[in-house]
């Protein structure tokens, strides 16, 4: 028995079980032999921080998150003369013990009833809503909704001090600070403005404080330092600004059709079967000039569209969004859904003239590939530039608090076969202008190429309009170079047995 218990502690001990994770509570309060200061006299015992000195929170982080950046310290990534031999004097097992200690504690209290300042009310639109004319998406789109984190790379912002979240930007402008993956922040960084830096570090130093309200920003008030920017592409027309939505039972419906369109997932929970959100496609809320904007969409029909052969409403084109790209059902005509969908884009298109191809409706156009894309090709390239965020197996990622933050690209769980994003040349025109997020144009056009045609070629949810066998629906709907549904692929027939269309 004596034996049994000895080698059960063994391997608990081995597999990083409570006796390493007592090891971390050691270094956390003690520090070690070799040098390594306790982490507790700066990050304080419950791992809440200190603010005012701009030592960051500890708690609750993502431990991988949590030993990379000791990894870093280590290294030189992250260059700080406090915490650079402190990680040095650390080994791999005792970065990996302190961060598993600190990411088991609970997120730390926080006193209720912040004031909301204008600083606050700033920073609440540049987190929740970013400023797309210089390029930034909003802190949300990565770190996720009430910034909880998502994953090892972006973690909670929500509560950390204000101090510590400016000197990360200014880290970032300043090349102190380099271990980003693929240089995003560092790019984000230097485009904010040291006002807009000030701004979102206070707000999210309060952010665990605020009412829904205050953290979706006061868009019905002018901000300290500036209006909501307008789409970054070039284009004659700029949508009206969030603030001119009227306080009246119309404008109510226009800001429900922005949740609807932001919060799919919550607000059309019924209509949809997989894990997007409109605004995963349409940029900024569906502003975004050359990322399919709603406002050049709305003016455009009634049209005819050869994907169906008749002329499509407004409506109807709306309901075909659901029954393709969110792999659901159509929200019946004069549904609240629909309703305020409508009513948002009229409200975007206000101004606009009715039945131009204005410039930046859709995704910018895209020229031939230089050689005919290359699924392995592709493959390097979304592992060098995509799986940071939508995951190595296109599973997509989801945010602490459990909602879709990055959409999955393939699978049971994204766009089935009849969406638009499975033509190779509409993804490849999207990720081109788009991506990865806040560095579109950064891909080459042959890469853009190869990885449309990855990501398409790999199973997902079957077209709706299924004729029994992918090879007759195929022919039917998918006789195209651009469509990779009823080819073999790595062994699979493409479609043949995909997982069922529409909610599951």
Same mark, same amino acid.
């Given at each position: 028995?004596?034996?049994?218990?000895?080698?059960?502690?063994?391997?608990?001990?081995?597999? +990083?079980?409570?006796?390493?994770?007592?090891?971390?509570?050691?270094? #956390?309060?003690? +520090?070690?032999?070799?040098?390594?200061?306790?982490?507790?006299?700066?990050?304080?015992?419950?791992?809440?921080?200190?603010?005012?000195? +701009?030592?960051?929170?500890?708690?609750?982080?993502?431990?991988?998150?949590?030993?990379?950046?000791?990894?870093?310290?280590?290294?030189?990534?992250?260059?700080?003369?406090?915490?650079?031999?402190?990680?040095? #004097?650390?080994?791999?097992?005792?970065?990996?013990?302190?961060?598993?200690?600190?990411a088991s504690l609970p997120i730390p209290e926080t006193k209720a009833g912040s004031p909301v300042t204008a600083e606050i009310e700033a920073g609440a639109l540049l987190a929740n809503r970013?400023?797309?004319?210089?390029?930034?998406?909003?802190?949300?789109?990565?770190?996720?909704s009430l910034a909880s984190g998502v994953g090892a790379a972006f973690p909670r912002l929500a509560g950390q001090g204000a101090l510590y979240t400016a000197n990360q930007f200014n880290a970032?402008?300043?090349?102190?600070?380099?271990?980003?993956?693929?240089?995003?922040? #560092?790019?984000?960084?230097?485009?904010?403005?040291?006002?807009?830096?000030?701004?979102?570090?206070?707000?999210?130093?309060?952010?665990?404080?605020?009412?829904?309200?205050?953290?979706?920003?006061?868009?019905?008030?002018?901000?300290?330092?500036?209006? &909501?920017?307008?789409?970054?592409?070039?284009? %004659?027309?700029?949508?009206?600004?969030?603030?001119?939505?009227?306080?009246?039972?119309?404008?109510?419906?226009?800001?429900?059709?922005?949740?609807?369109?932001?919060?799919?997932q919550i607000y059309a929970e019924q209509y949809i079967g997989n894990n997007l959100q409109c605004s995963n496609c349409h940029l900024d809320r569906g502003r975004l000039a050359g990322s399919?904007?709603?406002?050049?969409?709305?003016?455009?029909? =009634?049209?005819?569209?050869?994907?169906?052969?008749?002329?499509?409403?407004?409506?109807?084109?709306?309901?075909?969004?659901?029954?393709?790209?969110?792999?659901?059902?159509?929200?019946?005509?004069?549904?609240?859904?629909?309703?305020?969908?409508?009513?948002?884009?009229?409200?975007?298109?206000?101004?606009?003239?009715?039945?131009?191809?204005? &410039?930046?409706? +859709?995704?910018?156009?895209?020229?031939?590939?230089?050689?005919? *894309?290359?699924?392995?090709?592709?493959?390097?390239?979304?592992?060098?530039?995509?799986?940071?965020?939508?995951?190595?197996?296109?599973?997509?990622?989801?945010?602490?608090?459990?909602?879709?933050?990055?959409?999955?690209?393939?699978?049971?769980?994204?766009?089935?076969?009849?969406?638009?994003?499975?033509?190779?040349?509409?993804?490849?025109?999207?990720?081109?202008?788009?991506?990865?997020?806040?560095?579109?144009?950064?891909?080459?056009?042959?890469?853009?190429?190869?990885?449309? #045609?990855?990501?398409?070629?790999?199973?997902?949810?079957?077209?709706?309009? *299924?004729?029994?066998?992918?090879?007759?629906?195929?022919?039917?709907?998918?006789?195209?170079?651009?469509?990779?549904?009823?080819?073999?692929?790595?062994?699979?027939?493409?479609?043949?047995?995909? =997982?069922? %269309?529409? &909610?599951?």
């Amino acid at each position: 028995m004596k034996q049994t218990t000895a080698a059960s502690l063994a391997v608990v001990f081995l597999i +990083g079980g409570p006796a390493l994770a007592a090891t971390g509570r050691d270094i #956390a309060m003690q +520090g070690t032999k070799n040098g390594a200061a306790p982490c507790s006299a700066c990050h304080g015992n419950n791992g809440e921080g200190q603010a005012t000195a +701009g030592f960051p929170q500890l708690a609750s982080l993502n431990a991988a998150y949590l030993t990379a950046q000791l990894a870093s310290f280590a290294d030189g990534a992250r260059i700080n003369s406090v915490m650079g031999p402190i990680a040095k #004097a650390l080994d791999d097992v005792q970065r990996k013990a302190v961060s598993d200690y600190y990411a088991s504690l609970p997120i730390p209290e926080t006193k209720a009833g912040s004031p909301v300042t204008a600083e606050i009310e700033a920073g609440a639109l540049l987190a929740n809503r970013g400023d797309w004319g210089k390029g930034v998406p909003p802190c949300a789109q990565c770190h996720g909704s009430l910034a909880s984190g998502v994953g090892a790379a972006f973690p909670r912002l929500a509560g950390q001090g204000a101090l510590y979240t400016a000197n990360q930007f200014n880290a970032w402008r300043g090349g102190t600070r380099h271990n980003d993956p693929m240089g995003l922040m #560092a790019g984000i960084a230097k485009r904010l403005d040291a006002n807009q830096v000030a701004d979102v570090a206070a707000y999210y130093a309060a952010e665990p404080n605020l009412s829904a309200t205050q953290r979706a920003g006061s868009a019905e008030k002018p901000t300290q330092h500036g209006a &909501p920017a307008v789409p970054a592409a070039a284009s %004659a027309f700029a949508p009206p600004p969030e603030g001119a939505i009227p306080d009246n039972d119309f404008g109510k419906m226009v800001r429900l059709g922005e949740e609807v369109f932001y919060n799919t997932q919550i607000y059309a929970e019924q209509y949809i079967g997989n894990n997007l959100q409109c605004s995963n496609c349409h940029l900024d809320r569906g502003r975004l000039a050359g990322s399919a904007p709603l406002w050049a969409a709305y003016v455009a029909y =009634p049209a005819y569209r050869s994907k169906n052969k008749h002329v499509n409403t407004y409506t109807e084109r709306l309901q075909e969004c659901f029954r393709y790209s969110m792999n659901g059902k159509a929200p019946p005509d004069g549904s609240d859904v629909l309703v305020a969908l409508e009513a948002y884009s009229y409200f975007l298109a206000r101004g606009a003239p009715v039945g131009v191809d204005m &410039p930046g409706r +859709g995704f910018p156009g895209l020229d031939q590939p230089a050689h005919p *894309f290359d699924y392995a090709q592709g493959e390097k390239v979304y592992a060098a530039n995509c799986a940071l965020c939508h995951g190595a197996n296109g599973q997509g990622q989801s945010s602490v608090a459990g909602k879709p933050v990055f959409p999955p690209v393939w699978g049971a769980h994204s766009y089935n076969w009849g969406a638009g994003m499975a033509d190779i040349g509409n993804a490849a025109a999207f990720v081109e202008a788009n991506m990865p997020l806040s560095q579109g144009n950064k891909l080459s056009n042959q890469a853009a190429w190869d990885v449309a #045609a990855f990501i398409d070629s790999h199973e997902r949810p079957q077209d709706p309009r *299924f004729a029994g066998s992918a090879a007759e629906t195929r022919t039917k709907y998918h006789d195209s170079p651009m469509s990779m549904y009823g080819r073999e692929v790595n062994g699979i027939l493409l479609g043949e047995h995909s =997982p069922p %269309a529409g &909610p599951q």
